[in-house]
């Protein structure tokens, strides 16, 4: 009678770190795909910051001759 009762307990553990294991690469696998997203994300950034041009300060944007 407890051979049976240890196996179930046994058993239901098995199940339980087998359903654990399951969802944790469920959860790895979300990630991951959460960090490609944000790799991709960043090198987005970096193209549009590519194509911005830096403004001129405020004294070479006047020209020589109109000084005076």
Do not use: C, N
């Amino acid at each position: 009678m407890w051979v049976l009762i240890f196996g179930g307990i046994a058993l239901g553990g098995l199940i339980m770190v087998i359903s654990y294991a399951v969802w944790l690469y469920h959860k790895a696998s979300d990630l991951w795909s959460e960090i490609e997203m944000l790799g991709t994300r960043a090198d987005e950034l970096g193209a549009l910051l590519e194509q911005l041009a830096p403004m001129p300060e405020i004294g070479e944007a006047e020209s020589p001759a109109g000084r005076g």
